[in-house]
């Protein structure tokens, strides 16, 4: 892939990506000046007064972006139209985010932000851009990190005729999720206590994958945050063993089982289930499982 820059001030300000990849990968550095900036419409089809259209890197080629830490301003419209755009990786130190960046990347979905030495308001800024389901990882680089879930949602302008004013109504839990910013940075105890909203709102199979999320990975998650995730999912505990096999998630399956106590005939009906939907590694653990749940109860009956 080669790239396009100028220089100013000696940092490099990427203009163009030309080739034939759909992953794009920056450099930190380029002619030893460090790369802090993506030019307005730096990967958008719709960059003014460009002949390079066919052998750029711009607009629905782009798949998928790594940014350098580097990084610290990215441009107006800079990903405009880039449709089918559906991976970012990027430091939080890029600090400066310009309207429109992210205008019309309906299929970004996946965010991982290094956290190392924070500043700045990169999450902040684009998860309130983006309205679609994100999924997002942060790295705090220390062998830490917080795997989170923004809901969906939308707005309507609805007309109040008796005050002739239009009103902003909100449908999801999404737009009050992406406002738990203090200071530009996520402030995880208002994040966790959305969960009723999510509950109400969002779907049994969303408020499933978000509660394991933050249980697998608790960073800043507090005791009574965490009691209300795993009420929730012992509530709803088949549908979740049902998640974890559909989308073979036996990590979290066998999380499951450190604090469900399942009855026989739910063991039996999951052993079914993971044998028709041909998950044989989970059809063995929960087999090894109702063994030993069985052979402590016997135990525990016997003392």
């Not at 105890?189 to 697998?216: H, K, M, N, P, T």
């Amino acid at each position: 892939m080669e790239i396009v820059s100028r220089v100013e001030n000696g940092q490099a300000i990427v203009e163009r990506c030309l080739g034939e990849e759909q992953r794009a990968e920056l450099p930190e550095q380029i002619d030893g000046c460090p790369v802090t900036a993506l030019s307005d419409y730096a990967f958008s089809h719709a960059k003014p007064k460009t002949d390079d259209a066919d052998c750029a890197v711009c607009g629905e080629k782009l798949l998928e972006v790594q940014l350098p830490q580097s990084l610290r301003r990215i441009g107006n419209y800079a990903f405009y139209g880039c449709r089918k755009l559906e991976r970012m990786a990027l430091w939080h130190q890029t600090e400066d985010i310009a309207g429109g960046a992210f205008t019309g990347c309906y299929r970004l979905r996946e965010l991982y932000v290094y956290m190392q030495n924070a500043w700045g308001y990169c999450l902040k800024d684009i998860v309130s851009e983006l309205r679609q389901e994100l999924r997002v990882t942060l790295d705090y680089g220390d062998g830490t990190a917080a795997k989170l879930l923004f809901p969906e949602y939308y707005e309507e302008a609805v007309e109040n005729t008796p005050a002739r004013i239009l009103e902003t109504h909100f449908h999801g839990s999404g737009y009050h999720y992406r406002q738990c910013f203090r200071d530009g940075e996520l402030n995880f105890s208002e994040y966790d206590g959305l969960f009723g909203e999510a509950a109400a709102w969002e779907s049994v199979d969303f408020c499933i994958e978000l509660s394991l999320l933050r249980l697998q990975q608790p960073y800043r998650l507090t005791e009574d945050a965490k009691g209300i995730y795993m009420a929730w999912l012992m509530e709803h505990r088949r549908e979740a063993a049902s998640w974890c096999l559909a989308f073979e998630q036996q990590e979290a399956l066998e999380y499951l089982c450190t604090f469900i106590d399942w009855s026989a005939d739910e063991l039996s009906e999951l052993i079914r289930e993971a044998n028709e939907a041909g998950r044989m590694e989970s059809q063995s653990f929960l087999m090894d499982h109702k063994y030993r749940s069985r052979k402590q109860s016997v135990q525990t009956f016997e003392l």
